[in-house]
């Protein structure tokens, strides 16, 4: 081989290594995709059913983890708002069931403004993590650190998805720039091992946060849709920003 066939070759390689860097992705295979068309947001509803149970084990090609158990480094929640006032963080989070019992239920979507809104229902999201918390509940001080089960029980979760615009080649993409969550579970069960560092004053105050978990999840639950705000957001993202808006939504 010359030299001059060898730096061609090596040319040659470069490019292509560039192209394939740069170019844009299409959907992973056997996701389902939608017309912009009258029936779009029906469509939606099946189509991204149908992907997020594909996405379970994860995709590696666009970089998304598995997803069932979903691993989280670190959650924390800050609740300023009297009566709780309080510091709680979980870190590494195993979420559990999330995905598997989750159903989109119905899509509003406005693609002109960017702006994607879904309504879903989760059977259950079972949160096992490690925690470290202080500050008050309920007027009562409570501070511990151990072994955490936050679980979730039916929970309705609307989700806005707020996108934006941008341009790769030419080419139009969309990216999340924001994607809030709320929350509206029908029972939440707590148990923080340890509290107080104390076994009865902790299954006291388990007990007593039980009893009371409406009132203890309401302070707590914009701190967990924030953070699953940002995880949900990142996720998504991942797909957004590798294939083209129209590779994703049909014109
Ligand atoms: C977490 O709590 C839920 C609800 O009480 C329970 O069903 C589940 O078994 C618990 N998980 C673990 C790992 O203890």
């Known amino acids: 081989m010359s030299k001059y066939t060898l730096l061609m070759l ?20 056997g ?39 979903l691993t989280v480094k670190k959650l924390v929640i800050d609740a300023g708002n009297a009566p709780i006032n309080l510091r709680q963080a979980l ?15 119905r899509y509003r979507t406005d693609l002109d403004k960017h702006l994607i809104i879904c309504d879903s229902r989760t059977d259950r999201i079972e949160m096992i993590g490690d925690y470290e918390m202080s500050g008050r509940i ?12 936050v679980t979730l029980i039916n929970t309705k979760i609307e989700h806005r998805l707020i996108g934006e615009p941008f341009e790769k080649d030419g080419v139009k993409y969309m990216r999340l720039k924001d994607y809030r969550v709320s929350f509206d579970p029908k029972r939440v069960y707590m ?32 701190g967990y849709a924030k953070s699953f705000g940002i995880i949900f957001r990142e996720l998504s993202n991942k797909l957004f920003e590798k294939v083209p808006f129209d590779n994703i939504f049909l014109s």
């Not at 992907?51 to 995709?59: F, S, T, V, Y």
């Not at 870190?91 to 239920?105: A, E, G, L, P, R």
């Not at 309920?138 to 089960?149: E, F, Q, R, S, V």
Request: with cysteine; glycine share 4%.
């Open 138 to 149: 309920l007027l009562l001080p409570i501070t511990g650190h151990g072994k955490a089960n």
């Open 91 to 105: 870190k590494n989070v195993k979420v559990h069931d999330m995905i598997s019992t989750s159903k989109i239920q």
């Open 10 to 29: 090596l040319l040659i390689a470069a490019v292509a290594q560039e192209l394939t860097e740069t170019a844009a992705q299409d959907l992973p295979e």
């Open 31 to 69: 996701f389902p995709k939608c017309k912009r068309d009258a029936n779009f947001d029906k469509c939606l509803v099946d189509a991204v059913n149908v992907a997020i149970q594909q996405l379970k084990a994860g995709n590696k090609e666009f970089g998304i983890p598995p997803l069932e158990p």
């Open 191 to 222: 148990n923080f091992e340890n509290l107080f560092n104390d076994k009865t004053l902790s299954d006291g105050m388990n007990r007593f946060l039980n009893e009371n978990w409406e009132t203890v999840f309401n302070e707590l639950k914009v």
